[in-house]
Structure formats: C-alpha cells, structure tokens
C-alpha cells in the first residue's frame, strides 16, 4: 500500500502564490508517475498535472499550463504543486495521485492507484 496526504491548501488572493506538498508513505517507489488532481463542487475531478519517475517528463492541464510547476523528491517521498498567478477558477480540493510505472495516459483519474484525501484551495477575487 501506498499512503498519501496533502498539505499547504489555504485561502489566498488572486493573482497570489501557493505550494501544495504530498507526502508519501508505505510501499513508494521513484519509478511511480506521480499526478495532482482537483475537484471543484459540482465539478468531476480534473486533472492538473504529472511527473514521470526518475526525473521523467511532466505534463500540465491546458489550463494551468505556464502558472503551475510540479516536482518531486524522492530522498523525500514528497511530490510539489507550485500555483503561481492563481485564478478564482483553481478553488478546489487537491488531490495527489500515484500511478505504477506503467501507466501510459497520465490525464486520466483511472489510470492512478492511490489517492490522498484532498487539501482544499480558495481563491478570493
């Protein structure tokens, strides 16, 4: 088993900064293709971003594309979401997925194996 917990949601100004972190625990592994995904109320979950393991390529939502970085550190099992130039638009809980190394469509919810429980960003206009 893999466990996984958010942190570092808040409320923060438009236009502001934040970095959510992931810490990972159990049965980890570097090769594992690590992802963050959000959820807003009434919305389906969507995703945000992805790593590769091993320092393999990223890939970004359209919509975040240029303002969020993802990253890992595997000396420390933790994952990153740094949101600059945030929009009301990015209020959700965030959630941060591992997949197995296999994966190959890294968009998708369905190909990650386990989840965290959500750290919930506000965006204030």
């Known amino acids: 088993q893999v466990q996984l917990v958010e942190s570092g949601g808040e409320l923060v100004q438009a236009g502001g900064s934040l970095r959510l972190s992931c810490a990972a625990s159990g049965r980890t592994s570097s090769r594992y293709t690590m992802g963050w995904f959000r959820q807003a109320p009434g919305k389906e979950r969507e995703f945000v971003a992805a790593?590769?393991?091993?320092?393999?390529?990223?890939v970004y939502a359209d919509s975040v594309k240029g303002r969020f970085t993802i990253s890992r550190d595997n000396a420390k099992n933790a994952l990153y979401l740094q949101m600059n130039s945030l929009k009301p638009e990015d209020t959700a809980i965030y959630y941060c997925?591992?997949?197995?190394?296999?994966?190959?469509?890294?968009?998708?919810?369905?190909?990650?194996?386990?989840w965290g429980q959500g750290t919930q960003v506000t965006i204030s206009s």
């Open positions: 997925a591992a997949a197995h190394s296999s994966v190959i469509w890294l968009r998708m919810s369905s190909s990650y194996n386990y």
């Open positions: 790593i590769r393991g091993n320092g393999g390529s990223t």
